[in-house]
C-alpha cells in the first residue's frame, strides 16, 4: 500500500504531466520534494526523511502571469510576494535539481534564503532548550534581586520597579511579584504582577517590569517567586532619595522659547561668548562639515528600465539650479542620438528608427550625456537604481535641476564651521575639564536647547548665584549644542526625520533624487571603538540604512570635531551625550557583538559603582523641575538597559580617553492617568512639552558639572571593609564594602597588594561585588582606591610601605 506522502507525489506528477507543453518544464520532478523524477516514483517507494540539498529560495518574476506560471508548475510556493522595481520577488521550497531546471526555463532564481544547515542549527538550539528546560525544573531555581524600588514622577503618581534574575534561563519560567501595602509584609494587601523575561541577543538577562507599576502606597518589601520553585524577599528603597533642595532665589532659568536650527543655535552661543568675555569664548572646531547643500537633479521616466536621471557637477547653490535638460524626438526618420549643449541647457535628440518612433534606451542617453564633453562639464547622467536601462526613453520638456533643498536664505550653504563654548573663570587646561555636546542626531531637536539652556544658565547665574559661581570658577566646561548641523538643518526644513548627516556616501545606484531622504552617515556609529567594522553591532555599513556608520572609522568630520576637542584639551574628565527620547540616562560599554553577545569590556566595579552614585544626584536634578523620574530600567550602561550601539562617541572618549562619559535620552515616557499608561512623546514633541523636556535635562548637565567639581575637589581617601558573606563546611566566602565608589585590590598569598594584583568585580551584571570563596584559612592583604586616584591610607603600592589592610579568613571547616 503506498503511504499518503507517496499517493500525494502521484498526484502532483499527474497535474504536471497533464499541463500543455508549453507550461511545463522538461522532465521536472514533482517540486520541493526530494525523491526522483517523476518518470522514476515508484509506487511502494519508502519516504525519506533527508534534505538532499533542498532549500527556500528566491525567485524574481516579471509579473503576475509568471508567478501563475510557476503555481501551475506545481512549484511549492511559499506565502510570500513582494513587489519590486524591476518584478516581483516570490519565495519557492527546491532541491538543487528544481532551481537548476528552473533557472534553464529561464526563471531568476536568487540566493538561499535557509536550508537544512539553519535547520541543524535551529534543532541544536530546540536540544539546548530543552536540555535547560530538563535541568530547570530538577530542582528549585535560585532569585537574585537586583534592584526593588518606588518611585514617584510626575504629579507625584507612585511607582514601583523590580528586577530579578533567576539561575533557570528558559522561557518557561515565570516570576511574580508581590508587594504589601507599606504597613507590613508581603503580600499584605499590597498587590501582585507577573514579570517579562528580558532577552537581548538572544540571551537571558533578567526578569523585569516592561514598564513601572503604579501603586497607591509605597510598599517595604516585595516577595518575588518562581514556578520553579524559588523564592526570595527583599526591601524595596526609594529611587533617586529626596527631592533635591531648590536654588536661590535669584537663580535664573528658562532661556528657549521656540524649536531652533543650528545657525540659530550656533549664533546664540557666539553671541554669549562676546557677552560675557571673562568667564566664556568661542572654540573653532578644525573641521568645517560638508554644508547644507546637494547637487541639482532631475529624474525623466516612470518605468524602472526607461528611466534615467542626472546630477549637477556644482552644487545647486553654485549654478547646479541653473542646468536645464530637454528630451525631444525629431520628427524625421532614422535620425541618430544626439546631445548638444548652450549655455547650461543641455539637449538630448532621440534616435528615432525607421517609423519614426523614438528608439533610444535610457541606457543610450545615459552613455551619450556622459560621452558628451559639454554635457558631462555640467551634469552626471545614470540610469534608475542599476537597472540595465533597456527601455525606451520617451521625450520630455525642458527641466531645470533642482538641488530640492528649502531651508530660507539665512541658512548658509557652505561648509558649516562648528564652534563650541567654553566657560570658566580659568581657562587654561589647570581645570578639572567637562564637555557637554548634544544633537549627534538631526531630528532630536530638544537636545540642542539642553545645552543653550545650560550655557545660559551658566553665564547669567555666575554674578548672583554662590553655587553657579563654585561650578564655573572651578571647571573648564565646553558646550557644544550641535553636532550635526547640516543633518539638523535637512530635519528642519526638508524632511524632519533625518537621523544622520547630509554627506551622501551612495553610488549612483542610489543617487536618484527620490533616494535623497536615505543618504548620509549616522554620527553616532561613526567613531573608532567598537564599531561595525571591528564585527560590533548595531550599525550598518549600507549607505541608505538610518545607522550608516560610514564608509570608515571617523569618516566624518563632525565625529573628527569631538576627539579633536577631546585630545586638545586633555584635561576633559567627564563627557555628556545629549540625545532624544525615551528617558534613558546610560554609560559604557555601549556596543556588543551579537555572537555570544561580546561585550566591550565593563568598566571596573568602582568606576560602575562611581556611575550608579553619581546617577542618584543627577537624576534628582532632573526631577526637580516638574518631577519627572528616569526609570531605574532605563538607568545603567548601554547594552543593559537598551541595545548596541557600534562605534558610538561615549565608549569612543572612554576606551580611547578615560573620558567618564554619559548619555542622556532626554523625553522621558508621561504618564496618562486616564489610561493608566505610559506614552512616548517622539522626536519633535510640541514644543509645550520639549521645553519641559529641556528645562529638566539642563538641571541634569548641571548635575553633571556638580559631580565633576565634586571628583575634582575629592581629597578624601576611602574606608575598606573586609565582610565575610558565608560558611560552609569547606569554605568561606568573603566580599569587601567600602564607603565611597572605590576599586578594592587584593591578594591571598600573603604578599603586598598592587595595582596589579586581583581587583574585585561585580558579581554579575547590575549585581554588587564579587562573593570571593577560600577553602583554607587565608591572609587577606587589602586597600581601595577611589576615582579621584585617592589611596587608602596614603597607601602607595608601587612603595615598599606595609599600612595595607590585613584580616585572617579562617574557613567554614576551621582549618
Sequence with gaps: MRSPLDRRRARRVAVTLALPLALTLSALPALADPSPAPAEVVPDRQSTTEQNGVALMRIVVPDEAAVDRLNSMGVDLAEYKKPLDNGIEVH????????????????????????????????????????????????????????????????DQRF????????ATDAETVLTVAWDSGRGTAPDSGGTATMSRFTDAGQYMYHRFNTPLSIAQAPTTVTVTSNRGGSVTVPVTKWLGERRKPPSSHYVADFVDRY????????????????????????????????????????????????????????????????????????ATSSPLGVSVTGKAIAVSLATDASGAAASTARQVVDAINGDAAASALVTAATYRGNAGAGLVAAAPATRLTDNLKAPASVSREPFQMKALRVGKRRDGSKTGVFLYCQEHAREWVTPLTCVETAERLLRNYAGDAATRKLVDDLDIFILPTVNPDGAHYSFYDYNMQRRNMTNHCAANFGDPAARNSWGVDLNRNFSVGSVFDGYSGASTSCTSDTFAGPDELSEPEAKNEVWLTQRFPNIKF??????????????????????????????????????????????????????????????????VLYSAAGNSADEHWYNRGIIGWDFEVGADVYNAETKRFQAVGFQPPFSEGHEEAMEFSSGQI????????????????????????????????????????NVYYTLDGSRPTLSSPKLTAAGMREGAQQISVGATTEVHWFAVDIAGNNEKNYKPDGNGKNYNKARVVAGDGR
Design 703 to 742: 548635575a553633571i558639572l556638580e559631580v565633576a567639581r565634586a571628583y575634582a575637589d575629592d581629597r578624601q581617601a576611602p574606608r575598606s571593609e573586609l565582610k565575610v558573606t558565608g560558611r560552609t563546611a569547606g569554605s568561606t566566602s568573603f566580599t569587601f564594602t567600602v564607603d565611597e565608589p572605590a
Design 575 to 640: 563627557a555628556m551625550n545629549t540625545h532624544s527620547y525615551g528617558g534613558y540616562f546610560m554609560w559604557p560599554p555601549g556596543a556588543y557583538k551579537a555572537a555570544g553577545r561580546e561585550l566591550l569590556p565593563r568598566v571596573d566595579y568602582g568606576t560602575e559603582s562611581f556611575f550608579w552614585s553619581a546617577s542618584s544626584h543627577i537624576l534628582s536634578a532632573v526631577q526637580t523641575w516638574r518631577g519627572t523620574a528616569i526609570w531605574p530600567g532605563r538607568t545603567g550602561p548601554v547594552p543593559d
Design 260 to 331: 531652533m536650527d543650528p545657525t540659530e543655535v550656533t549664533d546664540r552661543i557666539t553671541s554669549l561668548a562676546r557677552e560675557f568675555p571673562k568667564i566664556a569664548e568661542i572654540v573653532d572646531l578644525p573641521y568645517k562639515t560638508n554644508g547644507y547643500r546637494r547637487a541639482a537633479q532631475a529624474q525623466f521616466g516612470t518605468a524602472a528600465a526607461s528611466t534615467l536621471y542626472v546630477s549637477s557637477k556644482a552644487y545647486g547653490h553654485e549654478g547646479g539650479n541653473d542646468v536645464s535638460v530637454a528630451v525631444t524626438k525629431p520628427d
Design 160 to 167: 514601583l520597579s523590580v528586577e530579578v534574575k533567576s539561575s
Design 92 to 155: 519557492a521550497v527546491l532541491s538543487p535539481d528544481e532551481a537548476r531546471r528552473l533557472r534553464d526555463e529561464g526563471f531568476d532564481v536568487q540566493g538561499v534564503i535557509s536550508d537544512q544547515t539553519d535547520n541543524a542549527v535551529n534543532q541544536a538550539e530546540r536540544s539546548r532548550a530543552l536540555k535547560s528546560a530538563a535541568e530547570a525544573t530538577s530542582e528549585a531555581d535560585t532569585l537574585t534581586p537586583l534592584r526593588a524600588e518606588w518611585f514617584t514622577s510626575q504629579d
